[in-house]
Nanobody
């Protein structure tokens, strides 16, 4: 059974940091490309960050560039999203996603990803 399980969300204040984790299991092999998306209430799901199979290439939305860092540990089949200098507009449900292959053609497109987690809530309070 394929699973992506996110953790690490919570309620923080503006300027704080959080680290999200996404543990993969089942058919999602450790070398699949992975990404993070988020969805705020009343808004569409938007791309946050992505990483290729070996971490050699990373991609970020302009809104998080310089504040968020995506990384992975293939031995643990886990991908991380370190979020620093959080803003109220970062409040959303954050979803982990995995592609079918090791690379991504258009990392910001949800249809690049085949597997999705259930999401973890991040709330940034001012």
């Amino acid at each position: 059974q394929v699973q992506l399980v996110e953790s690490g969300g919570g309620l923080v204040q503006v300027g704080d940091s959080l680290r999200l984790s996404c543990a993969a299991s089942g058919r999602i092999i450790s070398s699949n490309a992975k990404g993070w998306f988020r969805q705020a209430p009343g808004k569409e799901r938007e791309f946050v960050a992505a990483i290729t199979w070996n971490g050699g290439s990373t991609y970020y939305a302009d809104s998080v560039k310089g504040r968020f860092t995506i990384s992975r540990d293939n031995a643990k089949n886990t991908v991380y999203l370190q979020m620093n200098s959080l803003k109220s507009e970062d409040t959303a449900v954050y979803y982990c996603a995995a592609g079918l292959g090791s690379w991504l053609v258009q990392p910001n497109r949800p249809d690049e990803y085949h597997y999705w987690g259930q999401g973890t809530q991040v709330t940034v309070s001012s």
